[in-house]
């Protein structure tokens, strides 16, 4: 059985940062890209970013809006991807989410990360 | 101007169809585009339903009935979601998403609802 658990949210002053994991199981980790998807209270889905498989160069993509300050990596021998999240600001505050790539066919329970001073 | 677009709500009876619509931006051709589309219940996480980009490249998603179906309408530049043999346990919001430029994008989702 697939699944992703995520750890790592809580409550962050502005400015601050915040490592989110995420610890897979169930499939072989490595063979996947893998992303993260946010969600604000009351609010869409937003794409945040990906990592590709080291298939694929693991290399990164992420949203406009946090690109420069959130970083996507990946440790295939533990089955964990990573979101560190810098400077962060009030408008980030959501619901964090990790799903299996390309299709998001999989996702986590989500871990909630609040920014308020 | 977004680049998929959902109408924020739907209503329909139970038993009956509901067609859920996702319209590309003007300039990205739908033919070109796998469209995903998820499901969410309050509190809970989005849940795969399917992928649809022509009849010879789909999926459904694992455990995901077979009232759940996808198309496109190439004269309106939309994917559509078909629910058929509505239930109340198919009320949910709905979003749909492509991979366009290296970044996935999601829809605004529609709440539907069952009544």
């Known amino acids: 059985e697939v699944q992703l658990v995520e750890s790592g949210g809580g409550l962050v002053q502005p400015g601050r940062s915040l490592r989110l994991s995420c610890t897979a199981s169930?499939?072989?980790?490595?063979?996947?890209?893998m992303s993260w998807v946010r969600q604000a209270p009351g609010k869409g889905l937003e794409w945040v970013g990906f990592?590709?498989?080291?298939?694929?160069?693991?290399?990164?993509e992420y949203a406009a809006s946090v690109k420069g300050r959130f970083t996507i990596s990946r440790d295939d021998s533990k089955s964990i991807a990573y979101l560190q999240m810098n400077s962060l600001k009030t408008e980030d505050t959501a619901v964090y989410y990790c799903?299996?790539?390309?299709?998001?066919?999989?996702w986590g329970q989500g871990t909630l990360v609040t920014v308020s001073s | 101007q977004a680049v998929l677009t959902q109408p924020s709500s739907l209503s329909a009876s139970p038993g009956a169809s509901a067609s859920l619509t996702c319209t590309l931006r003007s300039g990205i051709n739908v033919g070109t585009y796998r469209i995903y589309w998820y499901q969410q219940k309050p509190g809970s996480p989005p849940q795969y339903l399917l992928r649809?980009?022509?009849?010879?490249?789909?999926?459904?998603g694992s455990g995901v009935p077979s009232r759940f179906s996808g198309s496109k309408d190439a004269s309106a530049n939309a994917g559509i979601l078909l629910i058929s043999g509505l239930q109340s346990e198919d009320e949910a919001d709905y979003y749909c998403?492509?991979?366009?430029?290296?970044?996935?994008?999601f829809g605004g989702g529609t709440k539907l609802t069952v009544l």
């Open positions: 169930g499939f072989t980790f490595g063979d996947y890209a």
């Open positions: 799903t299996r790539a390309v299709a998001n066919d999989y």
């Open positions: 649809y980009k022509s009849d010879s490249d789909k999926q459904q």
């Open positions: 990592i590709r498989s080291k298939a694929y160069g693991g290399t990164t």
């Open positions: 998403m492509i991979w366009h430029s290296s970044a996935s994008v």
